[in-house]
T-cell receptor, first 112, second 112 residues
Framework: NAGVTQTPKFRILKIGQSMTLQCTQDMNHNYMYWYRQDPGMGLKLIYYSVGAGITDKGEVPNGYNVSRSTTEDFPLRLELAAPSQTSVYFC???????????FGSGTQLSVL | GENVEQHPSTLSVQEGDSAVIKCTYSDSASNYFPWYKQELGKGPQLIIDIRSNVGEKKDQRIAVTLNKTAKHFSLHITETQPEDSAVYFCAASYNAGNMLTFGGGTRLMVKP
């Protein structure tokens, strides 16, 4: 099992560009999450999903969108990149809400 | 909403010594408290968790204690080794909620 896989690992965007951060899991987890981690800070929840077709906002959803068409995939979309979105993004999955989460290795995004 | 504070932000210990990291939470409804270890360039990995109906839990060199009355919980690492060097995050959530709130992290350095 690969677990939770994120791509790309690094990306530099110009202000106003858009991109999709990919996340896929092979653990058959219903619950999936997107977090951002700013330097020296804890993780903040952006969006989450409790199953295919169901998504909801977390603590810091502005500027982002998600979709969950399958159990395996949970992409995060940035439509108009802003410098404030410079961060490390982590995708995570779990069998139960918020418990024993498996994290991907992260995507480091810089918006210049 | 829930607020989790974590101290200290950095901790340096000599190999073989013990390390203690403390967290306080604000929402008395929180009943699940995990600890994650994040090594450089990797995603967080669950190392131990505890529920509010338990006061202490141990797993080899790692233990977590919970004081519900005071609303704080602590991570204890005994006989520290250089490979324990990492950033440690505490977190809190409750069953009915959909958000896991993280502390700001503690950078632990174990000097050989």
């Amino acid at each position: 099992n690969a677990g939770v896989t994120q791509t790309p690992k690094f990306r530099i965007l110009k202000i106003g560009q858009s991109m999709t951060l990919q996340c896929t899991q092979d653990m058959n987890h219903n619950y999936m999450y997107w977090y951002r981690q700013d330097p020296g800070m804890g993780l903040k929840l952006i969006y989450y999903s409790v199953g295919a077709g169901i998504t909801d906002k977390g603590e810091v959803p502005n500027g982002y969108n998600v979709s969950r068409s399958t159990t395996e995939d949970f992409p995060l979309r940035l439509e108009l990149a802003a410098p404030s979105q410079t961060s490390v993004y982590f995708c995570a999955g779990g069998e139960k809400p918020n418990e024993k989460l498996f994290f991907g290795s992260g995507t480091q995004l810089s918006v210049l | 909403g829930e607020n989790v504070e974590q101290h200290p932000s950095t901790l340096s210990v000599q190999e073989g010594d013990s390390a203690v990291i403390k967290c306080t939470y604000s929402d008395s409804a929180s009943n699940y408290f995990p600890w994650y270890k994040q090594e450089l360039g990797k995603g967080p990995q669950l190392i131990i968790d505890i529920r509010s109906n338990v006061g202490e839990k141990k797993d080899q060199r790692i233990a977590v204690t919970l004081n519900k009355t005071a609303k704080h919980f602590s991570l204890h690492i005994t006989e520290t080794q250089p490979e324990d060097s990492a950033v440690y995050f505490c977190a809190a959530s409750y069953n009915a909620g959909n958000m896991l709130t993280f502390g700001g992290g503690t950078r632990l350095m174990v000097k050989p």
